[in-house]
């Protein structure tokens, strides 16, 4: 008896040292390059746009669903490139609210973080003059006079890449740094291919470790043990060895 209780309580320790680890660990790089499936994603839908969360950061993109095509009934519009390939932002035409097409990044936690680089394609023709424009904010503020834009000027399907190296005109992404939310702004559909960002890294729920912590240690120790998991973690419940 007194042996397996020994090689239980060595289990329990091994175990827990384990996962405190990767609980203790970070989930998620500094540099994160969307879009993976991998990566993984869930997707809330409001009245003009989706939100998808994945890897620690929000994508807010713009949708034209109040459209009706003078049909006097809501139909939308068709979505022409779906995630993981990219996130197809809408100009939204219809509605208490019209509003050019945009995708809002934010990381969950509301930290600071930096665009590295980003590629988009157009979905409809850009004349000559065209920019993406971005707008940064911090704390809710603008602290920019302008956004930051980025020519566009080309044809449907047309894809333009942006990162630290400066293209034709000399634009780059290096004034992308330091705020907590950028908004990727066109007067036209676009798709947002791929963006890369930067910031601290970010650490996995701590509620879910202290779960997986508190059920290790109830489900290895001696019996009649009864262990109380913390209310923040699971609303209160216990569970007993």
């Known amino acids: 008896m007194g042996r397996s209780c020994g090689q239980r309580a060595v289990w329990a320790v091994l175990a827990s040292i384990?996962?405190?680890?990767?609980?203790?660990?970070?989930?998620?790089?500094?540099?994160?390059?969307?879009?993976?499936?991998?990566q993984g994603g869930s997707v809330t839908v409001a009245a003009t746009s989706d939100t998808l969360t994945s890897g620690g950061y929000q994508f807010t993109y713009t949708r034209d669903y109040l459209f009706t095509g003078g049909t006097g009934q809501i139909i939308g519009r068709p979505v022409v490139v779906n995630w993981p390939t990219g996130l197809h932002a809408q100009?939204?035409?219809?509605?208490?609210?019209?509003?050019?097409?945009?995708?809002?990044?934010?990381?969950?936690?509301?930290?600071?973080?930096?665009?590295?680089s980003f590629k988009a394609e157009l979905l409809a023709n850009a004349g000559a003059g065209r920019a993406f424009e971005v707008v940064p904010k911090l704390n809710g503020e603008e602290p920019l006079n302008d956004p930051i834009q980025f020519d566009c000027s080309g044809s449907t399907y047309n894809v333009f890449t942006y990162s630290h190296t400066p293209n034709y005109l000399g634009q780059t992404t290096l004034?992308?740094?330091?705020?907590?939310?950028?908004?990727?702004?066109?007067?036209?559909?676009?798709?947002?291919?791929?963006?890369?960002?930067?910031?601290?890294?970010?650490?996995?729920?701590p509620a879910?470790?202290?779960?997986?912590?508190?059920?290790?240690?109830?489900?290895?120790?001696?019996?009649?043990?009864?262990?109380?998991?913390?209310?923040y973690a699971t609303g209160g419940l216990s569970a007993s060895a």
């Open 208 to 231: 879910s470790c202290t779960v997986l912590l508190v059920l290790l240690a109830a489900s290895l120790t001696g019996r009649g043990r009864r262990v109380a998991l913390s209310k």
């Open 18 to 38: 384990v996962l405190a680890g990767l609980c203790g660990t970070t989930a998620y790089g500094a540099v994160v390059s969307f879009f993976e499936a991998s």
């Open 175 to 205: 004034p992308l740094s330091g705020y907590d939310t950028y908004t990727i702004n066109l007067t036209l559909d676009y798709a947002l291919l791929n963006i890369t960002v930067q910031g601290a890294e970010i650490a996995p729920e």
């Open 91 to 116: 100009y939204v035409t219809t509605g208490p609210n019209p509003a050019k097409a945009s995708v809002t990044i934010r990381r969950v936690d509301g930290q600071v973080f930096d665009i590295l």
